[in-house]
Antibody, heavy 118, light 110 residues
Framework: QVQLQESGPGLVKPSETLSLTCTVSGGSISSNYWSWIRQPPGKGLEWIGYIHYSGSTNYNPSLKSRITMSIDTSKNQFSLKVSSVTAADTAVYYC????????????WGQGTLVTVSS | QSVLTQPPSASGTPGQRVTISCSGSSSNIGVNTVYWYQHLPGAAPKLLIYNTNQRPSGVPDRFSGSKSGTSASLAISGLRSEDEADYYCAAWDDSLYGPVFGGGTKLTVL
């Protein structure tokens, strides 16, 4: 059974870079697509982007200029970087496996709260 | 705002049937299948419906999905207190070449 776990700092200063890692266990990362989704406090889910095990990526246009995703198949991990963060980037960040057949996210990690504050 | 449109709230009493709508466009719901997620506070979202009307193993048949044109619906029959949660629709968007979510509907069981 594939499981995902997010890790990274819970507090980031404004203008700095947010960095998160998702570790995949119970299966190989060398298949499927892998995605990041976030939920700001009191708001809905927002797709951030996805990365294929080959390294190809696609990002949400609203965030594209500040997003970088990478994948390390040797460690079964993929990562997210969001640059020049502001308070608007405060959110619970989830990683999830994304099917290549649609908006099928399953499974999800438990999520990690990242707060942007000085 | 979200690409897919959902009502912000819905409610019902135990045993009732409630439906949650999700409106999209010709680039997402109109041409692709719809997914529904149940999100309980403090937990990870859970896949509830895939391919518009299919239930993953373990999801009760009280939950059903449908689609017509550029709109979709989630129906919950025999409403139970544990169904109180936020519900999100999602679909692939051919213009974005990525998935899009609805804004979420908070279901209250009265």
């Amino acid at each position: 059974q594939v499981q995902l776990q997010e890790s990274g700092p819970g507090l980031v200063k404004p203008s700095e870079t947010l960095s998160l890692t998702c570790t995949v266990s119970g299966g190989s990362i060398s298949s499927n697509y892998w995605s990041w989704i976030r939920q700001p406090p009191g708001k809905g889910l927002e797709w951030i982007g996805y990365i294929h095990y080959s390294g190809s990526t696609n990002y949400n246009p609203s965030l594209k200029s500040r997003i970088t995703m990478s994948i390390d198949t040797s460690k079964n991990q993929f990562s997210l970087k969001v640059s020049s963060v502001t308070a608007a980037d405060t959110a619970v960040y989830y990683c999830a496996r994304l099917s290549n057949t649609g908006a099928w996210f399953d499974p999800w990690g438990q999520g990690t709260l990242v707060t942007v504050s000085s | 705002q979200s690409v897919l449109t959902q009502p912000p709230s819905a409610s019902g009493t135990p045993g009732q049937r409630v439906t949650i709508s999700c409106s999209g466009s010709s680039s997402n719901i109109g041409v692709n299948t719809v997914y529904w997620y149940q999100h309980l506070p403090g937990a990870a979202p859970k896949l509830l419906i895939y391919n518009t009307n299919q239930r993953p193993s373990g999801v009760p048949d009280r939950f059903s999905g449908s689609k017509s044109g550029t709109s979709a619906s989630l129906a919950i029959s025999g409403l139970r207190s544990e169904d109180e949660a936020d519900y999100y629709c999602a679909a692939w968007d051919d213009s974005l070449y990525g998935p899009v979510f609805g804004g979420g509907t908070k279901l209250t069981v009265l």
